[in-house]
């Protein structure tokens, strides 16, 4: 079982950064991959990125493409979501997720316009 916890959040401006944290702990040996979801009042939650460990790859949702990176930091079982340009549709609340099995409990970001 791995337990992931997301931070990071908050109410920023338009345009503003935010870094988002999702870090892990557990069986975290057996971590192959980590997604960064959101989900916005009255919305399915949406993939917004995702990183491969074996490689590094990442990938990205159009909407983000450009504006967010995805990282991780193996020595601090974080993976990160370096958000730029922030607009107000990115506001959500943010997960993380390894293997689409664990899940944390996400954290809100709110940009104002």
């Known amino acids: 079982q791995v337990q992931l916890v997301e931070s990071g959040g908050g109410l920023v401006q338009a345009g503003s950064s935010l870094r988002l944290s999702c870090v892990a702990s557990?069986?975290?040996?057996?971590?192959?991959?980590v997604t960064w979801f959101r989900q916005a009042p009255g919305k399915e939650r949406e993939f917004v990125a995702t990183?491969?460990?074996?490689?590094?790859?990442?990938y990205y949702d159009d909407s983000v493409e450009g504006r967010f990176t995805i990282s991780r930091d193996n020595a601090k079982n974080t993976v990160y979501l370096h958000m730029n340009s922030l607009n107000s549709e990115d506001t959500a609340v943010y997960y993380c997720?390894?293997?689409?099995?664990?899940w944390g409990r996400g954290t809100q970001v709110t940009v104002s316009s």
């Open positions: 997720s390894s293997e689409l099995v664990n």
């Open positions: 557990g069986r975290t040996s057996r971590t192959y991959a």
């Open positions: 990183i491969r460990f074996s490689n590094d790859q990442t």
